[in-house]
């Protein structure tokens, strides 16, 4: 949703902007894929609902499910964002705020996310190849999310960004249409 997006950017960036200065990038990053895992929970989304649980005590809660299962203890800074986030309501969007906070991450890095539709499973080498030559082509490096969409007919389809790149069968038929139509 798009109001969820206009409510998460504020936190993402503040995340981000801690991350960075404290050279932490890949822990926050980190963090908050796993809390976001926790928030779209069926059962944590009960509690957050809950009107009577306290913001301390939804708090204390994330915090002690993402200790369960971490490697390691969580900053100060990662516990009082977490503090915040209960306290201003906002833990329902931490799916966005995850994922505004890895685009800026990836900005920052030089990343960009490509998410390639293929007609058929990719083998390692061809994906490689594929990967590869968009680097090259968008003069960055591509992080890659493959999925297999059998509408395409064959070929691929791939989007970077607001560029798309239609080599489907599917799309190319769709072209040939418009350009008899026309």
Known sequence: MAENVTLARPYA????????????????????SRLSAVAVRPEMEEC???????????????????????????SADQQNFVRVLAESDRLIVLPEIAELFND??????????AEISSAFALDDATLKTLVADLERKFEC???????VDAELIGGVRIAVGDEVIDASVRGKL?????????
């Open 13 to 32: 960036e503040a995340a981000y902007q801690l991350a960075k200065a404290g050279n932490a990038l890949a822990a926050w990053s980190d963090l908050l």
């Open 48 to 74: 957050i609902g809950n009107p009577s649980l306290s913001p301390a005590q939804l708090t204390q809660l994330c915090l002690e499910v993402i200790a369960a299962d971490a490697k390691s203890g969580l």
């Open 104 to 113: 800026l991450k990836h900005g920052h890095e030089g990343v960009k996310d």
């Open 141 to 147: 490096k591509i992080q890659a999310t493959v999925k």
């Open 174 to 182: 769709a072209a040939m249409a418009i350009a008899l139509k026309n």
